[in-house]
């Protein structure tokens, strides 16, 4: 008896490592693919801020949502990102900040909070819904736009990702990190655990 549980111990094992590296290869896939078109809203990941001034990782993704917008691919910008220990400012927030100094108008910046990569996400649904916008274009880092997909898409929003300009030349052994960690995140939100 033990021994057949730790057989089937073992294959669930190689089942789950196996599966975690085919959505890694999707997650990689998708990191390189700009689908920006037309859409209802740019939706824009947060990233660290210090002191009230985008890191540059949130400043690249400003920067590459702002050119969209100027495009005129979407009226509205969605900035997300919470507080992350910082008493004063959001990535939100400051985001909202960036853009408008940026001369986007202020009624076209929209800022939902989330401490989480999930719960951010869960609030600019629920915000969308609320304003009958249906589709987004999600700017981020590439590897991070399959996994904001799938949530988005799981509440019925059609999702077009635009990844960030990549910053530097990470290593391979960097981005293969960078795709388990996500691909991680990916399943354990199908198994209802959010991160």
């Not at 005129?72 to 909202?96: K, Q, S």
């Not at 736009?145 to 530097?168: C, M, N, T």
Request: glycine share 10%; aromatic share 8%; charged share 15%.
């Amino acid at each position: 008896m033990k021994r057949a549980f730790a057989g089937v111990c073992v294959l669930l094992t190689i089942l789950l490592t196996g599966y975690l590296f085919y959505v890694a290869k999707q997650i990689e896939r998708q990191s390189s693919m700009d689908e920006a078109r037309p859409a209802d809203v740019i939706l824009v990941l947060g990233a660290a801020e210090y002191r009230g001034k985008p890191s540059p990782v949130l400043q690249a993704r400003l920067n590459h949502a702002l050119l969209l917008y100027l495009r005129g691919l979407a009226p509205y910008i969605l900035t997300t990102g919470g507080a992350g220990g910082d008493p004063v400012f959001t990535e939100g927030e400051v985001g909202r900040a960036y853009l408008a100094q940026h001369g986007v108008r202020s009624e076209a910046i929209i800022t939902e909070e989330g401490a989480t990569t999930a719960q951010s996400v869960e609030s600019a649904a629920e915000t969308m819904h609320r304003m009958n916008l249906h589709s987004c274009i999600v700017v981020s880092d590439g590897y991070h736009i399959y996994r904001v997909k799938r949530l988005l898409e799981s509440h019925g929003i059609s999702v077009y990702g635009s990844p960030r300009p990549p910053a530097g030349s990470p290593s391979q052994a960097q981005l293969r990190w960078l795709y388990i960690r996500q691909s991680v995140g990916f399943v354990l939100w199908q198994v209802g655990i959010n991160i």
